[in-house]
């Protein structure tokens, strides 16, 4: 909790009390512990964490409760967000010392106010809408370990389904190191129109990073209730518009974060990343093991770094070993969608700003994202005549 909030955390507690589940009685503020309470031009994110068996019954009060909070002195709107990390049993209503900030810095202002939403939603606001209500479909691109060139995927995924005709928007939700802003050479601060977060375009898509609004090494250190509360301002206080489809590049791995992360985007499909090595294979069937369990299709795995191709000479090295992802995705019944080799200009153009889809698309790389591309666009345009 900040000290200078205009109410006490005994008043928070107050209000979440007056917003009870009349079968139960249950309310927020016996089951949830205060996890980071922010107060931003009238706009307050207010985070919990609750235990997880009972989050789903708990995100069903959120609206009312958000409501009461909302009576509270400076508070125009307010977001509950609900984090389900806490074991059951563990203590509650003991709220932290000290501030902590949540959400995308304070670039957006009076916002929608519509975080929390989504079709698995596990917070609420009072003025619950839709999320993301114009954007037809929304992929991800994860990956079960780091480093493999999710990001880089993600980036030129996402221009190459715009060269496919797609209207597409890419978000970065890879909060702890946010770095599609400079894959996209989009380094501007994005516009804010009455409270809300413009997306900057950028190579015939619309996108959106954390790392366009704050500084980086700021990020890196979050904890999950702000990288929630971050999360859902990408999502709700972001003006996506109208979109066919919209990309979002997860944070590598397969925890507790990523986890609530999936649930909290209404996700159409999963593309996943991975290295030919056994070592990121394990950790990429982890990831395919995790959307399988939401019940998330798996659009395909991409093998990233397939082979070294050499400029000068044009031989290929396998310095990772080769193949490995595409018998894996044989192995776990899910599509292969294809290999990317690993090139000097491939990193180059992403530290350039420009997509190796847009700067070379007709080099070794280009034309394998671009071909990525296409099949996936072949599965979205199927999703949306379904
Ligand atoms: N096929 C490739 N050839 C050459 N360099 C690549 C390739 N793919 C990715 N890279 C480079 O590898 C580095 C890591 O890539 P990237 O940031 O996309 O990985 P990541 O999986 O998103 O990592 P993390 O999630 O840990 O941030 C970047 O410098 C990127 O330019």
């Known amino acids: 909790m900040a000290h200078d909030l205009p109410f006490s955390s005994d008043d928070i507690t107050q209000a979440l009390h007056r917003a009870r589940d009349p079968r139960t009685g249950l309310s927020l503020a016996q089951e949830g512990t205060i996890q980071a309470c922010t107060l931003d031009g009238g706009r307050l994110v207010l985070t919990l964490a609750v235990p997880r068996e009972s989050a789903q019954a708990?995100?069903?009060?959120?609206?009312?409760?958000?409501?009461?909070?909302e009576t509270l002195p400076g508070v125009k709107s307010a977001s509950i967000v609900?984090?389900?990390?806490?074991?059951?049993g563990a203590p509650a209503s003991a709220p932290p010392p000290g501030g902590a900030p949540g959400g995308a810095g304070s670039a957006a202002r009076g916002g929608a106010g519509n975080a929390g939403g989504g079709h698995r939603p596990l917070g609420g606001t009072a003025q619950q809408g839709p999320i993301l209500a114009g954007v037809k479909t929304v992929i991800a691109v994860a990956s079960g370990k780091g480093?493999?060139?999710?990001?880089?995927?993600a980036v030129n995924l996402a221009v190459g389904l715009g060269m496919e005709g797609l209207k597409t928007g890419l978000?970065?939700?890879?909060?702890?190191?946010?770095?599609?802003?400079r894959m996209l050479g989009a380094n501007a601060r994005p516009d804010v129109v009455d409270g809300v977060l413009q997306p900057v375009a950028a190579w015939g898509i619309t996108a959106m990073s954390l790392g366009m609004l704050v500084d980086e090494k700021a990020a890196m250190i979050w904890r999950g209730p702000m990288v929630m509360g971050a999360v859902n301002q990408l999502l709700g206080d972001v003006n996506w518009g109208t979109l066919?489809?919209?990309?979002?590049?997860?944070?590598?791995?397969?925890?507790?974060?990523?986890?609530?992360?999936?649930?909290k985007v209404p996700l159409a499909g999963a593309v996943i990343v991975s290295t030919p090595q056994d070592i990121a294979l394990i950790d990429a069937r982890r990831a395919v093991s995790m959307f399988e369990k939401l019940q998330i299709p798996v659009l395909g795995l991409v093998e990233n770094m397939s082979y070294f191709c050499c400029p000068n000479c044009g031989h290929n090295t396998e310095l990772f070993g080769h193949g490995g992802a595409r018998q894996e995705a044989q192995t776990l019944g899910v599509p292969f969608l294809g290999e990317v080799p690993l090139l000097a200009?491939?990193?180059?153009?992403?530290d350039a700003g420009v997509p190796v889809v847009i700067g070379a698309p007709e080099s070794e790389g280009g034309k394998a994202w671009r071909r990525i591309a296409h099949t996936v666009a072949q599965a979205v345009r199927a999703m949306h005549r379904a």
Not at 82 to 88: D, F, N, Q, V
């Open 58 to 69: 708990l995100a069903a009060l959120c609206p009312d409760a958000a409501r009461q909070v």
């Open 82 to 88: 609900l984090t389900a990390h806490r074991p059951a």
């Open 147 to 153: 480093g493999v060139g999710k990001s880089t995927t």
């Open 171 to 181: 978000m970065d939700a890879d909060i702890h190191g946010p770095s599609l802003h």
């Open 244 to 263: 066919d489809v919209l990309v979002v590049d997860l944070p590598p791995g397969t925890g507790d974060a990523q986890l609530t992360l999936t649930q």
């Open 345 to 350: 200009d491939i990193r180059a153009s992403g």
